[in-house]
């Protein structure tokens, strides 16, 4: 038997708690007994999944957010507030399916002179989410909620480096639900190939980096499954000559860009500043993180920003600013620092900002996934857009300027799957916009009606007015319609010759 221990990154001798890694031999069983729950489950009405669903939710009592609040905080250093945030936000996401199924998932019937055709929405089957470790409970939710919604069953395979919160929160809604609708499978690569590779998965979930990705992209291949991909990103943060950059303006970007450390898919990556503007921005965006950036023990009030991941993160973002140094890069430590000791013991990483990067430096052409940020100065909107653009990854952006107008038509410019107005990350996202990349930032969406509709297959069921013709005397190539157009024609050409 294997067990996952969990370290505290804020205090790394601590142990947060443990998981027994999932043999590897008994991963049949558990896709056996979610093909099982997945027949039953899948059998019922859609009215019917969403009130055991609603009830499942409501299990969910102002303690046990606290419970989950705590161990996400403790097994990834994501302040108190926001791991709150993210349990409770993720269990309205299972309510926003629920009040967008009825629409979303709706059968269409069309009887008309054509015959008549009914378009369905059936479930996959077994789905199988593989998330991350730096939103577990959120990235697991927006692939739970849809999938169970549509009448699949799930299993998810947390990230070893963030199994417990997500799992107390699984355990609570599938204590409510049927007997193996939602199961959690512990472990690292071994178990994920071995549930990719199942027969009985109809459809993986894949949120994190692009090296696993392809790996489960070729495994998942070869079975003939298809993927959702949410892949990482590199966002362009644009602002134009007219940008507003007022405390609040400024304080939006600071957290954009540093809230969770910088270890968010959709955090701002890179910032673009017209050069007639760079230092009034500087100064404004060390301000803001003066104001807004505090790094510290998560625990502690007010503080905005705790350690990263895993002292592996730690070292390789250490070598990120050697790295942006030899490059040319000025590099400037931004916000304050409370809990001193703590923040010298733990794997904590000085928020920073590095000006006047070459393009090609590491820090400005690949996710950083942490604490430090670009700022680079531009001279047009056409070059701008262009550097912006000049990555494999294309997940989110944002355009800022005093005319919506004039962003709205930069922002249409910009390859990116998501790009926010005068806003970037968080303080931009509403349940109803799909989310997810272009380029090598992945296929599929999550959040709004593709988020649940990729959940689901298309099912027509077609009686035809009339039948193409065919055998005797038919060709068949000949398509529905064809020969009322031949004929059409010729009566045309008839009528021309007729009239002279
Ligand atoms: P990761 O790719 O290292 O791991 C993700 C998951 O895959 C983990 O559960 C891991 O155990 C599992 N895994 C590893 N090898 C596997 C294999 N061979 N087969 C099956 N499963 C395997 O990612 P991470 O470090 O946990 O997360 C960080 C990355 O995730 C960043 O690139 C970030 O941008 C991305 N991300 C994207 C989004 C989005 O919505 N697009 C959201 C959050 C994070």
């Not at 549509?150 to 199994?163: D, E, F, L, M, R």
């Not at 503007?277 to 905005?304: K, L, N, Q």
């Not at 000049?390 to 998501?418: C, H, K, P, Y």
Request: with cysteine; net charge negative.
């Amino acid at each position: 038997m294997i067990v996952i221990r969990r370290e505290n990154p804020t205090f790394p001798d601590q142990v947060v708690g443990e998981v027994i890694e999932t043999a590897v031999t008994d991963i049949d069983a558990i896709v056996q007994r979610s093909h099982q729950a997945f027949e039953t489950w899948s059998a019922l009405s859609l009215a019917d999944r969403c009130v055991a669903l609603t009830a499942a939710a409501d299990l969910v009592t102002p303690e046990i957010f606290d419970e989950i609040a705590l161990l996400l905080t403790q097994e990834v250093g994501k302040p108190l507030p926001d791991s709150r945030g993210e349990a409770m936000y993720s269990v309205s996401l299972m309510r926003f399916n629920i009040d967008q199924a009825k629409k979303v998932l709706a059968t269409h019937y069309i009887d008309d002179d054509a015959g008549k055709l009914v378009r369905t929405r059936v479930p996959f089957g077994v789905v199988l989410a593989i998330t991350p470790w730096n939103a577990p409970i959120i990235l697991s939710m927006l692939k739970v909620a849809p999938a169970l919604v549509a009448g699949n069953s799930i299993i998810v395979k947390p990230s070893p480096q963030a199994p417990l919160a997500v799992t107390k929160l699984l355990n609570v809604i599938s204590s409510g639900l049927p007997d193996g609708v939602i199961q959690v499978v512990h472990g690292g690569p071994e178990a994920g190939e071995a549930l990719v590779t199942h027969p009985l998965v109809r459809k993986v979930a894949f949120t994190g980096g692009d090296v696993v990705a392809r790996h489960i992209g070729v495994a998942a291949a070869q079975m003939i499954t298809p993927t959702v991909m949410e892949l990482g990103g590199n966002d362009a943060a644009i602002f134009l000559e007219d940008a507003v950059l007022d405390e609040a303006a400024m304080d939006r970007i600071a957290l954009a860009t540093f809230m969770m450390g910088g270890q968010v898919c959709m955090a701002s990556k890179r910032i673009y500043v017209p050069r007639s503007r760079y230092h009034e921005f500087i100064a404004g965006f060390v301000a803001a993180c003066e104001r807004s950036v505090v790094v510290g023990d998560p625990m502690t009030d007010g503080v905005t920003v705790g350690p990263v991941v895993s002292r592996a993160a730690q070292e390789r973002l250490e070598n990120l600013v050697k790295d942006s140094v030899a490059a040319g890069g000025e590099v400037i430590e931004v916000g304050t620092v409370v809990d001193v000791e703590v923040v010298a013991n733990g794997y904590f990483v000085r928020p920073r900002i590095v000006l006047n990067l070459p393009d090609d430096a590491q820090l400005v052409c690949e996710e950083q996934f942490g604490p430090l940020v670009p700022i680079q100065p531009y001279d047009s909107v056409h070059e701008v857009i262009a550097r912006a653009n000049a990555t494999e990854l294309g997940l989110a952006a944002s355009v800022w300027s005093a005319d919506e107008q004039q962003a709205f038509e930069v922002a249409q410019r910009i390859e990116a799957g998501f790009v926010f107005i005068n806003t970037h990350n968080r303080t931009g996202m509403t349940p109803r916009a799909p989310f997810g990349g272009v380029k090598k930032s992945g296929f599929g969406r999550e959040y709004g009606d593709e988020g649940l509709l990729d959940y689901t297959q298309n099912v027509s069921i077609h009686a035809p007015a009339a039948y193409r013709p065919g055998g005797s005397g038919g060709s068949a190539n000949a398509y529905p319609g064809t020969a009322d157009v031949v004929k059409r024609i010729a009566n045309v050409l008839d009528d021309l010759i007729d009239n002279g």
